[in-house]
C-alpha cells in the first residue's frame, strides 16, 4: 500500500466543533490533493497544493480550508462543522512533472457531523 | 469541462469468468490521460491501469485490460479470469496532458460483485 496517511480514520463530532483532518505522506511528493466522496459516488476535489506554501481550491466548493507548511503535511480544517459536511474525505499525492504520474491515496477520514 | 460516465453502477461476475465495465468521457481535448481506479471495502484506493490517449495500443496489466476507443470517448475495463479480491468499487477517471494541477475528473464508480 501506498506511503499516505489520514487520521482520525472515523470521526463523529458535533455541529459548530473546530475540526482538523490530518493526511501526511513519506514519498517525497510535492502535489498532494483532498477529494470529498459521498457513499457510493464519484470523488470531488476540493483542494489541492503544487507544493509548500502553495494551495488552490478545487472543483466542489468547500467551505473547508488547507495549509502547506511543510512538503509532507497536508491537513484540512473545518472551522465549524455541519450536518451537511459529513462525507468521506480523501487525500492524495503525486510527482510533480508527467500528468501521467499516479495518484496515491490514502484510507480516507470517515466524517460524521451531528 | 470534462465529464466522466459509468453507466453501470452495479456489476457481478462469477469467479474465473470475464466481465467488462464501462466508461464514457466527454472532452474537447486531444491529448489526455484515462484511469481505472480500485476501490476495495474499507481500504485505499488503488490504480489499476492507465492510458495515454496519443498511443493507439490498449493498456494491459496482467488480468486488466482495457478498450480505448478514442473517437468513440470510450475506455471500458476488461477483468480476466476474475477474482474475490477484484470485489470492489472500480472509478474510471480523466486528467488532461495540460497543465500543471493534475486534478483528475471521476466516474460515479461500479460496484463489482464476485461471486463463487
Known amino acids: 500500500e501506498a506511503d499516505i496517511y489520514q487520521t482520525p480514520r472515523y470521526l463523529v463530532i458535533g455541529t459548530g466543533k473546530k475540526i482538523t483532518l490530518e493526511c501526511s505522506q513519506t514519498?517525497?511528493?510535492?502535489?498532494m490533493y483532498w477529494y470529498q466522496q459521498d457513499p457510493g459516488m464519484e470523488l470531488h476535489l476540493i483542494h489541492y497544493s503544487y507544493g509548500v506554501n502553495s494551495t488552490e481550491k478545487g472543483d466542489l466548493s468547500s467551505e473547508s480550508t488547507v495549509s502547506r507548511i511543510r512538503t509532507e503535511h497536508f491537513p484540512l480544517t473545518l472551522e465549524s462543522a455541519r450536518p451537511s459536511h459529513t462525507s468521506q474525505y480523501l487525500c492524495a499525492s503525486s510527482e510533480f512533472g508527467q500528468p501521467h504520474n499516479e495518484q496515491f491515496f490514502g484510507p480516507g477520514t470517515r466524517l460524521t457531523v451531528l | 469541462a470534462q465529464t466522466v460516465t459509468q453507466s453501470q453502477p452495479e456489476m457481478s461476475v462469477q469467479e474465473a469468468e470475464t466481465v467488462t465495465l464501462s466508461c464514457t468521457y466527454d472532452t474537447s481535448e486531444s491529448d489526455y490521460y484515462l484511469f481505472w481506479y480500485k476501490q476495495p471495502p474499507s481500504r485505499q484506493m488503488i490504480l489499476v491501469i492507465r492510458q495515454e490517449a496519443y498511443k493507439q495500443q490498449n493498456a494491459t496489466e496482467n488480468r486488466f485490460s482495457v478498450n480505448f476507443q478514442k473517437a468513440a470517448k470510450s475506455f471500458s475495463l476488461k477483468i480476466s479470469d476474475s477474482q474475490l479480491g477484484d470485489a470492489a468499487m472500480y472509478f474510471c477517471?480523466?486528467?488532461?496532458?495540460?497543465?500543471?494541477?493534475?486534478?483528475?475528473?471521476f466516474g460515479t464508480g461500479t460496484r463489482l460483485q464476485v461471486t463463487l
Open positions: 477517471a480523466y486528467r488532461s496532458a495540460t497543465g500543471t494541477a493534475s486534478k483528475l475528473t
Open positions: 514519498m517525497g511528493h510535492d502535489k
